[in-house]
């Protein structure tokens, strides 16, 4: 894709959020073909965020890591986004639900990184990437439905637009993981203090360090790395629930803790 036409894409995707604008979808002559493009254009709005003060990356998310967001968003794979600073929040957190078009949440693993991980010539497994993994945490993704309508929107556009990316709340950190059996820890999520989703950790590709190892080769390919004091959020465990002004959302996975987050 020329590279005017991804800083065209990319300018546009940042000029709609920073004027908190529905986005319609992207022109036909600057619509990524492949998610190849995709991360080209993603890249750029990062790029664009940065330069524009309106967030420093600070890690990652990735989406469609378990069975019940494949379906969901009907993406047989998973797919990343960036995570900026100025949208996470740690322990709980009151949010503006205005700050937003269509807020969602979403209950997750995340994981701080406590060292680099590099690039493997035959690539990374959970193993190869668990040793940077300083804590885990239990974490609401916040996501923002950006589009007039996302389920007309092809998967290479949400992508260019950080897959939904909004933000997140995140738990007390989990240093002691190591004894954890990390395929079978329950997670559910209240709103309102009513269950409306519940699934487990297993359910994030069969163990959550898989959706890690994912992501290292993903930016691997692209010529980037996962970098120390990162933040990731590995998937879902539940279906993204779409929350009103004054909801009360509260995520707990057993052994990780809880986290909660108000829209008011």
């Not at 000029?15 to 529905?22: D, I, K, S, T």
């Not at 279906?239 to 987050?261: F, P, R, S």
Request: aromatic share 6%.
């Amino acid at each position: 894709m020329p590279s005017n036409k991804i800083s065209t894409a990319a300018e546009y995707i940042c000029g709609a959020r920073a004027e908190r604008r529905q986005m319609l979808a992207l022109p036909e002559d600057i619509r990524p073909q492949d998610e190849h493009d995709a991360y080209l254009i993603q890249a750029e709005v990062h790029s664009l965020i940065a330069s524009q003060n309106l967030g420093r990356q600070i890690g990652h998310k990735i989406g469609c890591t378990t069975p019940v967001m494949q379906k969901y968003l009907g993406i047989p794979n998973p797919c990343a986004g960036g995570l900026y600073q100025p949208a996470v929040h740690f322990q709980q957190a009151m949010v503006k639900h205005a700050d937003y078009l269509h807020p969602g949440v979403e209950a997750e693993v995340a994981v701080f990184l406590g060292e680099d991980i590099a690039p493997r010539a035959d690539g990374h497994d959970r193993d190869s990437v668990a040793h940077a993994v300083q804590a885990l945490f239990t974490g609401i993704e916040i996501v923002d439905d950006r589009w007039d309508d996302y389920t007309k929107i092809d998967t290479p556009t949400l992508i260019a637009d950080d897959f939904f990316g909004a933000g997140a709340v995140l738990g007390d950190p989990v240093a002691a993981w190591q004894d954890l059996d990390l395929t079978s820890l329950r997670g559910e999520m209240r709103i309102n203090g009513k269950v409306v989703g519940e699934g487990t950790t297993g359910d994030i590709l069969g163990h959550p360090f898989e959706g890690l190892a994912w992501l290292a080769n993903s930016l691997a390919s692209r010529g980037e790395s996962l970098k120390r004091g990162q933040i990731v959020m590995l998937g879902s465990v539940v279906q993204t629930n779409w929350v009103e002004h004054m909801d009360e959302v509260e995520v707990e996975i057993e052994k990780l803790g809880n986290t909660m987050a108000w829209f008011g």
